[in-house]
T-cell receptor, first 112, second 114 residues
Framework: NAGVTQTPKFRVLKTGQSMTLLCAQD?????MYWYRQDPGMGLRLIHY???????AKGEVPDGYNVSRLKKQNFLLGLESAAPSQTSVYFC???????????FGSGTRLTVV | AQSVTQLDSHVSVSEGTPVLLRCNYS??????LFWYVQHPNKGLQLLLK??????LVKGINGFEAEFKKSETSFHLTKPSAHMSDAAEYFC????????????FGTGTRLQVTL
């Protein structure tokens, strides 16, 4: 089915470890986004991309890096994980001129 | 700048009674407004959206919302709640333009009782 696929779905990290979350979309969307969801805070934008090879900071970018080497993929990296990064991470995509966003099913990350 | 305030963090209704989830927004320009629903341990599903067309917007599963510019509100309603409506609901605002980043409210948890 067409849509946004996030891998992995679950992960437990130790403090200081690194990891990369992958977001892949097969709808040829221009824009892609990474959000984190924490209890009582809704979703907050981490980084976003308006096209292949471009990225920009969102509301809470510290401690994260991103890359968009291919149009269909948007990677979120944690170089040195901290317990404060325990969260559920959602990827989303949309096309220029469209109002609808397609969300992935989320990645639940726990940092111990 | 844009922001969204969901006025209730938790709403409880009986099955078959009306649902009202309240949302106020702040935006410098004409916004696009959305309601998303998230069932437990699931992703986000779009319920409905307002993008400067009709002010009364009908969505899926019997939900609707009315855009009131004078009150800067976009409240979500449903005439009769069903048990399957129990979920978390997010009001979201977006500005038209490059990237059109979404700004989420903090969510309202809807509980439906028998």
């Amino acid at each position: 089915n067409a849509g946004v696929t996030q891998t992995p779905k679950f992960r437990v990290l130790k403090t200081g470890q690194s990891m990369t979350l992958l977001c892949a979309q097969d709808m040829n969307h221009e824009y892609m986004y990474w959000y984190r969801q924490d209890p009582g805070m809704g979703l907050r934008l981490i980084h976003y991309s308006v096209g292949e090879g471009t990225t920009a900071k969102g509301e809470v970018p510290d401690g994260y890096n991103v890359s968009r080497l291919k149009k269909q993929n948007f990677l979120l990296g944690l170089e040195s994980a901290a317990p404060s990064q325990t969260s559920v991470y959602f990827c989303a995509s949309r096309n220029r001129g469209m109002d609808g966003y397609t969300f992935g099913s989320g990645t639940r990350l726990t940092v111990v | 700048a844009q922001s969204v305030t969901q006025l209730d963090s938790h709403v409880s209704v009986s099955e078959g009674t009306p649902v009202l989830l309240r949302c106020n927004y702040s935006s410098s320009y004409s916004p696009s407004l959305f309601w998303y629903v998230q069932h437990p341990n699931k992703g986000l599903q779009l319920l409905l959206k307002y993008t400067s067309a009709a002010t009364l917007v009908k969505g899926i599963n019997g939900f609707e919302a009315e855009f009131k510019k004078s009150e800067t509100s976009f409240h979500l309603t449903k005439p009769s709640a069903h048990m399957s409506d129990a979920a978390e609901y997010f009001c979201v605002v977006s500005l038209t333009g490059t990237a059109s980043k979404l700004t989420f409210g903090t969510g309202t948890r809807l509980q439906v009782t028998l």
